[in-house]
Each structure stands twice: as C-alpha cells, then as structure tokens.
C-alpha cells in the first residue's frame, strides 16, 4: 500500500545541536482534501445494511472494498445474512468510539491544514514523490490497522487518535496488540506523524535484516532527521515515540547510551538477538534501566545524521537520503 496561504516567513528551529533554518514552502501548490468515511458508515441505517453499503460504494468507491475487505475482514463467501449481521455489529459496538471519534475530531480542518503544510515541505524536498491528495479518515477496529498510506490516499484511523487517556486503550483487546508505550501515542498530534512516517517508508523501504547495529542505526536515523523536515514545528519526543520526560533523559544520558554501544562491542553486531534491542519497538531498554524508552538505537542514529549534517553543511535531503550509513557515522565523527 502504498489551505491556508501563509505569509512569507522564515522560522529558526533550535535543536540540541544547533539552529537549523527551515525553508519557506508557503508558495508551493499542493491539493488534499478530506473524505469523512466514518460519518457515512455510521449513519447507516443498520436494518437496510446491504442498501447502506451500496451507497457507501457510490460515495466512497475507492475506499468501501479496501475498508470492508482489509479492515473490517468481512470475508467476500460469506452469505447476505452473514455479512449484515457481522457489520451491524460492529456499528452497534463501535458506536461509542464513533461518538467519541465526533467529539475529538469535529472537523478534520486543523490536520488537513498541518498533513497540507507536511506534504509543501515533501515537494520541496521530494519533488518526484506523487503524494495523495486525499485524506480518507475511518474507525476501525481498536486492535487493528491505524494510519495507512493507499496509493490514492491517506487512510486516517481516528480509532487511534482519540487522546492516550482513551479508556478503551487500556482494556485487554487492544493491550495484547498495543501495549500503553504504544497506546498512549493514540493522540491527534500523531496523525501527520504517522502519515509522513508512511511516506517515507515507501520511498525508502527497510531493508535492514542482515544489516550491523551501526547501520540499522543510521538508517533509522536518517528517516528521523527526514521526517524532522517534513515537520519541522513538531516536538521530537512526538517524532520518535517518546514521552517528553524520556526524550530530555536521553539527551541528558546521551554518553551514556553510547557508551553502551562502545564498550560492549555492538556497533558491528549482526546478531539478530542484539540488534532487536536497540532498534524498533519495545517498551525499555534493559541495559539501561526500567525508565528508559525502547528503540534506543534510532535516537542515536538520529543523533549521528545530526552532527553529520552539522560537520558537512547543509545537502538536499535526497542526497542524504542515499548516503551510506557507514559514510555518515565515519564523517559524523560522533563523540557525545
């Protein structure tokens, strides 16, 4: 699976590291728009459901089968009766998620404006990326999908962005597929997050497996500096996962995460029973107590693209994007 017309103005983004300028991108044209799904499967009358759906194919038609098929997993062999029954429980269900879903997202107008500046900034950066231009948000089911990148469009699950103290995330449904570190990313501020994050899996897909420590990292690391670009107003704890209190004790702690990868000899590590410690998700990192966040990697990675970048200039986030990992650690020169 693949509005507002700003003034002129130049912001200065500071950063552990320095000052950064970010490019005034309020010229450049881009087109989105907004399909509320989840108000038109809901205000489907759950007596004439077959009818309901053949209208939902009328007004959303390139959405009905992917939500039907993919996310709800109504599976196309099953009889008439079946099939309506199955999904008018899940609306009668889902109908408090809904409700809530109307509460937190009245309209979709303030993301649309920020996934809208996002995709300026990945034009001016990407300009041969064919984004979508069109957001299509839906609630789904609490343990499955959240925010998927179709090849038309932004797929927005609001399911997943109804604020970390959801009452829901916390029943044992959802906890078995997302556990509270993950969870209480649930928020609003995470939808353009998660978008652009999914765009830039798609130009630059993992391929990372049999990758050393030290270049999963730096990969990782990239795609957090890129992502940093394509958001550059968003806090970073926000980009990588964190809480804001983990993200100050990393910067505070930043030596002695890297000596943790030093003084144990992981930098080079091909281990898969390593690696998985350091990089992805994960509530902790053992090592380096109950406190601390998991994917302890990609921060430091993130930290090495930095002090490359520092120590090489500014370059075209494309450029950088196809630099080996082992070229940005050894010009990095990277000492915290």
Known sequence: MRYVICLAWMIILWSCNGKTSVPDVSRIDVKLTTERFEKSLFSMDTVHIMEGINSLNQKHPSFTNIYLARILNADPR????????????FLRFYKPVYDTAQQVFPDFKPQEKELKRSLQFLKYHF????????????IGPLDGYGDILD?????VGLHHHLGSSYSLYESMLVQETYPTYISRRFTPQTIVVNCMSNVLEDMYPDQLEDKTLIVQMVEKGKKLYALQQLIPE?????LIG???TQMKECYENEKTIWSLFTQNNYLQSTDFNINKNFVGESPRTMELGEASPGNIGAFTGWQIVKKYISNKGNIPL??????????????SKYKP
């Open 78 to 89: 099953w009889g008439e009766d079946t099939t309506r029954e199955y999904i008018a429980s």
């Open 127 to 138: 300009p041969e990326y064919k984004a979508p231009e069109k957001v299509i948000t839906y």
């Open 151 to 155: 090849e038309d469009a932004f797929l």
């Open 234 to 238: 968003k806090e970073e704890h926000l």
């Open 242 to 244: 964190y809480t804001k």
């Open 318 to 331: 494309n450029e950088l994007m196809s630099t080996p990992a082992e070229t940005i650690y050894t010009v």
